[in-house]
Protein backbone atom coordinates (compact mmCIF):
# COMPACT_ATOMS: atom_id res chain seq x y z
CA UNK A 1 0.00 0.00 0.00
CA UNK A 2 1.41 3.36 -0.39
CA UNK A 3 -1.84 5.74 0.20
CA UNK A 4 -1.82 6.32 4.51
CA UNK A 5 -6.23 6.21 4.27
CA UNK A 6 -5.65 2.54 2.81
CA UNK A 7 -2.94 1.76 5.92
CA UNK A 8 -5.29 3.22 8.39
CA UNK A 9 -8.51 1.84 7.45
CA UNK A 10 -6.89 -1.57 7.36
CA UNK A 11 -5.56 -1.35 10.84
CA UNK A 12 -9.27 0.02 12.29
CA UNK A 13 -10.88 -3.07 10.11
CA UNK A 14 -8.20 -5.51 11.92
CA UNK A 15 -9.30 -4.35 15.13
CA UNK A 16 -12.90 -4.67 13.94
CA UNK A 17 -12.98 -7.84 12.95
CA UNK A 18 -10.13 -9.04 15.54
CA UNK A 19 -13.03 -11.38 17.14
CA UNK A 20 -13.18 -13.70 13.79
CA UNK A 21 -9.47 -14.63 13.75
CA UNK A 22 -8.43 -14.91 17.02
CA UNK A 23 -9.86 -17.46 19.63
CA UNK A 24 -8.35 -16.16 22.67
CA UNK A 25 -10.55 -13.01 23.67
CA UNK A 26 -10.41 -13.04 27.72
CA UNK A 27 -9.15 -9.57 28.04
CA UNK A 28 -10.24 -7.32 25.60
CA UNK A 29 -7.70 -4.68 26.09
CA UNK A 30 -5.03 -7.46 25.07
CA UNK A 31 -5.18 -6.42 21.29
CA UNK A 32 -2.99 -3.34 20.36
CA UNK A 33 -3.96 -3.25 16.96
CA UNK A 34 -1.45 -3.63 13.94
CA UNK A 35 0.46 -0.16 13.67
CA UNK A 36 3.53 -1.02 12.48
CA UNK A 37 5.43 0.57 9.36
CA UNK A 38 8.27 -1.68 8.30
CA UNK A 39 11.58 0.46 8.29
CA UNK A 40 15.56 -0.98 8.94
CA UNK A 41 16.22 -0.67 12.80
CA UNK A 42 19.26 2.10 11.71
CA UNK A 43 16.08 4.08 11.31
CA UNK A 44 14.34 4.05 14.10
CA UNK A 45 17.04 4.18 16.67
CA UNK A 46 18.40 7.12 15.05
CA UNK A 47 17.79 10.15 17.65
CA UNK A 48 17.58 12.38 14.61
CA UNK A 49 14.54 10.73 13.16
CA UNK A 50 12.87 11.64 16.71
CA UNK A 51 10.58 14.74 16.77
CA UNK A 52 8.85 14.47 19.94
CA UNK A 53 7.75 11.91 22.16
CA UNK A 54 4.26 10.91 23.26
CA UNK A 55 3.74 9.69 26.49
CA UNK A 56 0.37 8.09 26.92
CA UNK A 57 -1.79 8.42 29.71
CA UNK A 58 -3.05 5.12 31.35
CA UNK A 59 -6.64 3.86 30.49
CA UNK A 60 -9.13 4.69 33.44
CA UNK A 61 -6.78 8.30 34.13
CA UNK A 62 -7.93 11.51 32.23
CA UNK A 63 -4.26 12.74 33.40
CA UNK A 64 -0.62 11.76 33.92
CA UNK A 65 -0.79 13.88 37.30
CA UNK A 66 -3.09 10.82 38.52
CA UNK A 67 -0.61 8.19 38.14
CA UNK A 68 1.27 6.94 41.31
CA UNK A 69 4.63 8.26 41.87
CA UNK A 70 5.58 4.84 41.79
CA UNK A 71 5.07 5.22 38.34
CA UNK A 72 5.78 8.32 37.47
CA UNK A 73 9.78 7.63 38.59
CA UNK A 74 10.62 5.48 35.18
CA UNK A 75 8.60 6.96 32.49
CA UNK A 76 11.30 9.22 30.66
CA UNK A 77 14.47 8.03 32.24
CA UNK A 78 14.70 5.64 29.71
CA UNK A 79 14.16 8.02 27.09
CA UNK A 80 17.17 10.68 28.30
CA UNK A 81 19.64 7.87 29.03
CA UNK A 82 19.32 6.39 24.99
CA UNK A 83 19.40 10.09 23.46
CA UNK A 84 15.91 9.76 22.34
CA UNK A 85 15.08 13.05 24.50
CA UNK A 86 17.12 15.68 25.67
CA UNK A 87 15.74 17.83 28.29
CA UNK A 88 15.83 21.61 29.09
CA UNK A 89 13.91 24.53 27.16
CA UNK A 90 17.13 25.63 25.07
CA UNK A 91 16.87 21.78 23.07
CA UNK A 92 13.03 22.49 22.16
CA UNK A 93 12.74 22.21 18.57
CA UNK A 94 16.24 20.41 18.18
CA UNK A 95 16.68 16.75 17.14
CA UNK A 96 16.85 15.18 19.23
CA UNK A 97 15.04 17.53 21.96
CA UNK A 98 12.95 18.21 24.46
CA UNK A 99 8.99 18.26 23.18
CA UNK A 100 6.62 16.18 24.62
CA UNK A 101 3.01 15.65 24.02
CA UNK A 102 0.66 13.74 26.22
CA UNK A 103 -1.71 11.15 24.61
CA UNK A 104 -4.81 10.10 26.11
CA UNK A 105 -7.33 7.68 24.25
CA UNK A 106 -11.26 7.09 25.45
CA UNK A 107 -13.76 5.35 23.71
CA UNK A 108 -16.55 7.65 22.11
CA UNK A 109 -19.03 4.97 20.85
CA UNK A 110 -19.54 0.93 19.52
CA UNK A 111 -19.27 0.12 15.66
CA UNK A 112 -20.36 -3.72 14.86
CA UNK A 113 -20.07 -4.91 18.38
CA UNK A 114 -16.54 -3.36 19.52
CA UNK A 115 -15.66 -0.07 20.75
CA UNK A 116 -14.28 3.18 19.06
CA UNK A 117 -11.86 4.53 20.33
CA UNK A 118 -10.31 8.24 19.64
CA UNK A 119 -7.02 9.77 20.91
CA UNK A 120 -6.68 13.45 22.03
CA UNK A 121 -3.04 14.90 22.16
CA UNK A 122 -2.43 17.62 24.69
CA UNK A 123 -0.11 19.41 27.35
CA UNK A 124 -0.11 19.18 30.99
CA UNK A 125 2.33 20.10 33.79
CA UNK A 126 3.61 17.20 35.20
CA UNK A 127 6.23 16.49 37.88
CA UNK A 128 8.28 13.03 37.68
CA UNK A 129 10.91 12.23 39.95
CA UNK A 130 14.11 13.75 37.98
CA UNK A 131 11.90 15.11 35.48
CA UNK A 132 8.85 17.47 34.29
CA UNK A 133 6.74 18.32 31.65
CA UNK A 134 6.49 22.04 30.96
CA UNK A 135 3.70 23.28 29.39
CA UNK A 136 3.95 26.72 28.09
CA UNK A 137 0.69 27.87 26.40
CA UNK A 138 0.36 29.34 23.29
CA UNK A 139 -1.78 32.66 25.14
CA UNK A 140 1.89 33.31 27.24
CA UNK A 141 4.04 32.91 24.12
CA UNK A 142 4.87 35.54 22.30
CA UNK A 143 4.94 34.08 19.39
CA UNK A 144 1.62 32.59 19.92
CA UNK A 145 3.01 28.84 19.31
CA UNK A 146 3.52 27.93 23.12
CA UNK A 147 5.82 24.67 23.82
CA UNK A 148 5.44 21.19 25.80
CA UNK A 149 9.32 20.12 26.51
CA UNK A 150 10.85 17.80 29.22
CA UNK A 151 13.11 19.60 31.59
CA UNK A 152 15.14 18.57 34.88
CA UNK A 153 13.00 18.92 38.14
CA UNK A 154 15.48 21.02 40.44
Given at each position: MNN??????????FYLKRTEYSTDWTDTHSYWG????????????????HETLAIVVPEGL???????????????RWYVNKGYLVPGADNAGKRPGSYVV?????????IYGSPRYQRV???EDVTFNKY??????????????GACYIDHNR
Open positions: IRDMINLQNWWNEIPVTKSITDDAQHDSLNQMSNQYKTCRPVLKQYQDSTFFCKIVYFPPSQDPNGK
